[in-house]
């Protein structure tokens, strides 16, 4: 198979790549940090640059899937009509990108748990403090149903 890319080009793009995650992990870790000190205002910078980033990194991921996605082949294909020193270092490098991703996957879905953990217990909480009225409705054989309260997710950060 004959590439559409140089193998100079590649590595620059997986570079790229790379710095993103590393600096998206730099930041998801801010976040974490940032919920444990309370510190509400570096929480919302460091939301807006994962945000930033991961538009980044959503557009990187597009290139990559429009230089192999068409042609049904992956970067590995891809790599196979470079030299073998080239294709070493590609190959490499994309193992590193890869374990990146799947690192950033982990701290994302611990930090979901987080809030959904966080979320039932302050459901909780102030349904045993303040118990509201207004969470409450009535069937057809007049018996008190909970609704539960819906939240609220915001697509942008303000």
């Known amino acids: ?5 140089s193998p100079d080009e590649l590595l620059s793009k997986l570079n790229e790549q790379k710095a ?13 940090e ?3 000190e309370k510190n509400w205002t570096k929480l ?8 930033k980033l991961s538009n980044e990194i959503e ?3 597009l290139y990559f899937n429009e230089l192999t996605g068409n042609s049904g082949t992956d970067i590995k294909a891809m790599a196979e009509g470079f030299s073998s020193g080239e294709r070493k270092k590609i190959m ?3 193992g ?4 990146l991703a799947l690192k950033s996957k982990i701290e994302n879905d611990c930090l979901n748990s987080y809030v959904r953990n966080m979320e039932i217990f302050l459901k909780g909480f102030f349904e045993a403090v303040v118990p509201s009225k207004k969470y409450y409705t009535y069937n057809a054989y007049g018996q008190k149903v909970k609704r539960e309260v819906e939240s609220l997710v915001l697509n942008k950060i303000l």
């Open 1 to 5: 198979m004959s590439p559409k890319i």
């Open 20 to 32: 993103a995650f590393e600096a998206l992990l730099a930041f998801q870790h801010g976040v974490y």
């Open 34 to 36: 940032s919920v444990k």
């Open 44 to 51: 919302e910078e460091n939301l807006r640059n994962c945000s």
């Open 59 to 61: 557009k990187n991921s």
């Open 92 to 94: 490499d490098l994309y």
């Open 96 to 99: 590193i990108v890869r374990h």
